[in-house]
T-cell receptor, first 114, second 114 residues
Framework: ETGVTQTPRHLVMGMTNKKSLKCEQH?????MYWYKQSAKKPLELMFV???????ENNSVPSRFSPECPNSSHLFLHLHTLQPEDSALYLC?????????????FGSGTRLTVV | DQQVKQNSPSLSVQEGRISILNCDYT??????FLWYKKYPAEGPTFLIS?????DKNEDGRFTVFLNKSAKHLSLHIVPSQPGDSAVYFC?????????????FGKGTKLSVKP
């Protein structure tokens, strides 16, 4: 257990479903991130929250909607996804000043869109 | 176009020998470099980092080398152990950038054979 917990670990959803991914950290970090890992591709940054405000959105489709209600929790709301959105979704957190240790990642949610 | 390239998707090494993982980057503005290790069904975990003011950083069996003129980074593992078998990601960032600008390579899968 790294200190960053993601639920669920696995999710299968239809293209018309609405679901949410949850991430929780109690490391005292002040920044949280969503990354997407597709097969044979680099980890892709999706969203960044710093002090609960979104600071970066790398042109992610609107069918992905993040929410950060407080510094310990991060959600990714999913609706009308496509099969190509099937991937491993990773949450990470960091202390902004602690670049020397990078990010702490959760174990990820393996998402399959059918 | 990829800013961080790990050109070897896989590497196989005998136990006790040296493993050398390579990474190339394109932007000379990057000034902090990290290596992450990822086991199946787990998120990436931070391994070792180096800033651009250094050319070598050592931590136990792991050493990272930085060649700024060549924009090349490498990770040496000596001696390699079967438990080192994992996917290794190179990541880069720059202090002047916004939070969340860790850019990852595609990863190299290391297999250490007993």
């Amino acid at each position: 257990e790294t200190g960053v917990t993601q639920t669920p670990r696995h999710l299968v959803m239809g293209m018309t479903n609405k679901k949410s991914l949850k991430c929780e950290q109690h490391l005292g970090h002040n920044a949280m991130y969503w990354y997407k890992q597709s097969a044979k591709k680099p980890l892709e940054l999706m969203f960044v929250y710093s002090l609960e405000e979104r600071v970066e959105n790398n042109s992610v489709p609107s069918r992905f909607s993040p929410e950060c209600p407080n510094s310990s929790h991060l959600f990714l709301h999913l609706h009308t996804l496509q099969p190509e959105d099937s991937a491993l979704y990773l949450c990470a957190s960091s202390h902004g000043a602690s670049r020397g240790y990078g990010y702490t990642f959760g174990s990820g949610t393996r998402l399959t869109v059918v | 176009d990829q800013q961080v390239k790990q050109n070897s998707p896989s590497l196989s090494v005998q136990e006790g020998r040296i493993s050398i993982l390579n990474c190339d980057y394109t932007n000379s503005m990057f000034d902090y470099f990290l290596w992450y290790k990822k086991y199946p069904a787990e998120g990436p975990t931070f391994l070792i980092s180096i800033s651009s003011i250094k050319d070598k950083n050592e931590d136990g069996r792991f050493t990272v080398f930085l060649n700024k003129s060549a924009k090349h980074l490498s990770l040496h593992i000596v001696p390699s152990q079967p438990g080192d078998s994992a996917v290794y990601f190179c990541a880069v960032t720059n202090y002047g950038g916004s939070q969340g600008n860790l850019i990852f390579g595609k990863g190299t899968k290391l297999s250490v054979k007993p």
